[in-house]
């Protein structure tokens, strides 16, 4: 419970931060810039859910981002709906495609599960490539409204609004982490045969672990139109996303929530810093190769080599 | 849809999938043989396209170049396997980080291959390019049938081999069972890393292939994956005929698709199908 209330003044301090920024800072880019890690915060956390706690490799994360995305301006562009029904409509589509993802582990395991992750990723692509109202490959352009009061632009409010929903999203990760929940995917992880025999309920765990990744995922690509003012399949399916979701929480550790946090705000702050004075393909380039060194020679990540780092210091 | 656009799309779909199943051989073995995660195939595939391309500035006919390309493949191949093995295999746990591993390695091909050469789409230039025969009122391109009888030839080359040589029975042999292989006093590795050698090689001759079929750029490999894991999980995960069986089947329902929902659909086929079969049948159609 004390750690619960550690955490929860923590979360409110940070968002507090967040709100005192938008008052203080001018620099209109730093919000742009923050927005876009605070969102790898939100997705690399959702697919640790699933990736990390269940071990089921999720690599179409980009779907549900982009599904998220794509249900939002349909919304928008239907209704002029509001922004909070855009993301609960959002968060229930990807929901539901995250629960159809996990009815699929009942059948398929491993790498099978992996290569249907990408399958359901390109259809995804496909059906809103040919779906004419959102604007089909050729993308469609979105007027942000104007800016709420209190904050200066629609920017910073929906950095506010990211800001929230990746306290929420580690907040839910935490908790699915420390209950009984963490403690069943875990088991299932290390051997679903022994797991089952043992009286927890492999398939309803996996089902709730699928369903809120993919919600998850689908909240931090809701508002990707309008914080772009713009959404054409490629970027919004970008196969960036899908890399990045899987190599942050690989990057910081898979083991703890706070391992996928670690890794979104080190590499999404590497990914901002090269994009602008290198170049945005290095950036991809530096993610892939930081996968690969991390999952070869330190496969429990950052948060391993600290716990490695502290534990060799206690020995002496 | 007339009974004459029908057939057109149906032999149309023959010839693309022998080429299917051509750019398959290599994950059959590599996946379905010896259970590597091998979701870099694709990525191989394209680099193989782009040798072929390099090389065809200098003048060389791409197939030649493919043929060139290939024992370097084949070395390529048993580097990455022996360090697969290395990292991942023999400390028992190569499903979930080889398979990220993998990803990882296909990703960074992908985008090595944007900063060399950019986004833009490459093509080769032969003889047999551009043109076709016609047979009555049929069209038939003089690359696919190049693609056609080259990945033949392939897949039945890898099949003869596969299952009438010594190295090849025993390739067979490590993929049934491995320890039994030990007793009998080979070493399963070396015959693992010599079939992942081979699967390696095949993206060379395949890969010209696919530069020979259709321009080619970076991102290429990703539609390439659905293709390739449906032909060899469909397949059966190591059948050599199963291969050429499921690559005319996806061949021939994606010509299908293609003429009568028009080319956005496409990419769809593929992996629809693999999900149909994922969910419906895994072993595939000439499961073990």
Redo the contacts between chains.
């Keep these: 419970m004390r750690d619960w209330l550690i955490f929860g003044i923590g979360a409110a301090a940070l968002l507090a931060g967040a709100v005192v920024v938008t008052q203080t800072i001018e620099n209109e880019y730093f919000f742009f810039a923050s927005y876009v890690v605070l969102q790898f915060v939100v997705l690399a956390t959702a697919w640790n859910i699933l990736g990390g706690y269940a071990?089921y490799?999720n690599?179409g994360s980009a779907a549900f981002f982009a599904i998220g995305a794509y249900i939002a301006v349909a919304l928008f562009k239907a209704f002029q709906a509001p922004l909070l029904a855009q993301l609960l409509a959002a968060m229930a589509v990807t929901g539901l495609m995250g629960f159809a993802v996990g009815a699929?582990t009942m059948?398929?395991r491993?790498?099978?599960f992996?290569?249907?992750t990408?399958?359901?990723a390109?259809?995804c692509?496909?059906?809103v490539?040919?779906w004419g109202f959102v604007g089909g490959?050729r993308g469609t352009a979105i007027l942000q409204p104007s800016a709420p009061p209190l904050f200066g632009s629609y920017t910073r409010m929906l950095f506010v609004a990211m800001a929230l929903f990746a306290v929420l999203s580690v907040a839910i990760a935490r908790y699915i982490e420390t209950s009984w929940i963490g403690r069943g995917l875990r088991a299932l992880r290390d051997s679903e045969e022994a797991a089952e025999s043992l009286g927890v309920p492999t398939l309803k765990l996996k089902l709730f672990a699928a369903t809120a990744s993919g919600a998850l995922m689908g909240l931090a690509g809701a508002p990707f139109a309008l914080y772009m003012s713009f959404i054409e399949p490629t970027s919004a399916f970008s196969?960036n996303y899908a890399?990045s979701a899987?190599?942050m929480p690989?990057v910081g550790g898979t083991g703890s929530w706070i391992g996928p946090v670690i890794g979104a705000l080190l590499l999404g702050s590497v990914q901002q810093i090269v994009t602008v004075t290198v170049s945005s393909?290095?950036n991809?380039?530096i993610?892939?190769?930081l996968?690969?060194a991390f999952?070869?020679a330190a496969?429990q990540g950052i948060l391993g080599l600290l716990q490695r780092l502290f534990r060799s210091r206690g020995a002496k | 849809m007339p009974l004459q656009l029908l057939i057109e799309a149906v032999i149309a779909g023959v010839l693309l999938g022998c080429f299917y199943a051509a750019v398959s051989v290599g994950l059959s073995v590599a996946?379905g043989l010896l259970d590597v995660?091998h979701?870099a195939h694709p990525a191989f595939l394209v680099l193989g396209a782009y040798g072929a391309y390099l090389l065809g500035t200098y003048g060389i006919d791409p197939l030649l170049a493919g043929a060139l390309l290939t024992p370097v493949f084949f070395l390529g191949g048993l580097g990455v396997y022996r360090f697969y093995h290395a990292?991942f295999e023999r400390r028992s746990?190569a499903?979930?980080?080889g398979?990220?591993?993998f990803?990882?390695?296909a990703?960074?091909v992908?985008?090595?291959l944007?900063?060399a050469f950019g986004v833009d789409q490459r093509m080769v230039e032969a003889a047999y390019i551009g043109k076709s025969l016609a047979i009555g009122e049929l069209r038939l391109p003089i690359r696919m049938l190049v693609a056609f009888g080259v990945a033949l030839l392939l897949t039945g080359t890898l099949a003869l081999y596969l299952s009438h040589t010594f190295t090849g029975r025993a390739i067979k042999a490590v993929a049934q069972d491995q320890t039994a292989l030990a007793l009998m006093g080979a070493d399963p590795v070396r015959v693992k890393q010599w079939a992942f050698g081979i699967a390696t090689g095949t993206c060379a001759l395949a890969g010209a292939l696919l530069i020979i079929v259709q321009p080619v750029e970076p991102?290429l490999g990703?539609?390439y994956?659905?293709r390739t894991?449906c032909v060899a999980?469909l397949a059966g995960l190591g059948s050599m005929p199963g291969t050429l069986a499921a690559g005319l089947i996806l061949g021939i329902a994606e010509s299908i698709v293609l003429t009568s929902l028009g080319a956005?659909?496409a990419?769809?086929v593929a992996?629809?199908l693999?999900?149909l079969v994922?969910?419906i049948r895994?072993a595939g159609l000439f499961g073990r």
């Design positions: 071990g490799v690599f699929l059948r398929l491993g790498v099978f992996s290569i249907a990408v399958a359901i390109v259809i692509e496909t059906l490539v040919n490959a196969l890399v899987l190599a690989i393909e290095l991809v380039l993610v892939g190769l996968l690969v999952v070869v496969p | 996946f995660p979701i990292v746990d499903g979930l980080r398979l990220a591993f990803f990882g390695v990703f960074i992908e985008v090595a944007i900063v991102g990703r539609l994956i659905g894991f999980v956005s659909w990419p769809a992996f629809g693999l999900l994922l969910a895994p």
